[in-house]
């Protein structure tokens, strides 16, 4: 098991009998992939390794550990699934029982939910663990809200600028809502109110009209509608550009494109420097829509000191494949008066190529004299990337 900071607990154990298809929501297909898949793939979308904890129904449990280690790729060690309770507030608590020692945050999502953006995780992250409060991400209500009586008639028209839509994930600090579960004895509509109710404050955050939650044929139909016409069907191919700049470091040596290269001036970063692997990444992550190296791999993050372009590479495949995306290939440009790479141009290629697991092309030019490359402080990589819907 990875020690993450952070769990996503997946509550995956409904019956979803109200969309009539004879099986548990979860394992229901919408474009080819189930809504657990696709759940999954959300949280892997997630800035920050994070582990997942998928909540299934006991005589499901092996079925949706396949789907759950399908859909997170190269992050398979991070699933666990377990048994979900008789109720949702039961599977909640059994996924809270499976979440790792190292964890100070929890999420709980609901599987329905399941194209809810990765950028959402971590805004409710990131809220819980500014604030150390409960979050929630919600949406305004645009109807107008009407109060009913026992028979029917309308008693009351409540204020709407004082009402919101909840949606998931919800976020937590772990060890509260540990203690407001084992507290309780009274069943809530969500995570939310179970926290409050032990008196812990819940603060929200913008949620997003792609969390909405399948629950009915008609939302079923809506998620299909929308992955076909905005997503996976009509936009199969995306593309993404990178860029990485380096100085020159004498006391460092040079490793780019995921080789040494012996009797060559190094370069200054954080890792090893190496332009190239960065640019590679940047390219494939940009594609994918999941940020920037900055971001995903930032020079706070001590796992990352010294290391070398294959690390960032192979993290990238793994989160670009956990978002549901396989690459098609790259091709970077190195912009520098040296190295030359002539000489090693295919052993670069066949090196990246195989850290990518799709074809990389390496070409190089100079700025005949022009800027810091041209004066020889730094050098320069440009990559693109094409990848494509592995849905």
Known sequence: MHESRTAVVIVAAGSGSRLGLGEPKAFVRVAGRSLLERAVASVIGMREATQIVVVAPADRRAQAEALARDAAGRASGFVTVVAGGPSRQGSVAAGLAAVGASVEIVLVHDAARALTPSALFDEVADAVRASGNGVVPVLPVSDTIKRLGREGQVVGTPDRSELAAAQTPQGFPREPLVAAYAATDVEHTDDAALFAAAGQAVTAVAGDALAFKITTPWDLARAESLLQSNGEAAIALRTGVGVDVHAFDAESPLWLGGLYWPDEEGLKGHSDGDALCHAVCDALLSAAGLGDIGGRFGTSDDRFAGAHGDVFIGETVRLVAGAGFEVVNVAVQLIANRPRLAGRR??????????????????????DGLGFAGRGEGLTAIATALIRSGG
């Open 346 to 367: 295919f052993e670069l290629e066949q090196n990246l190529s195989g850290l990518v697991g799709a074809p990389v092309s390496v070409s190089a030019t100079t700025t």
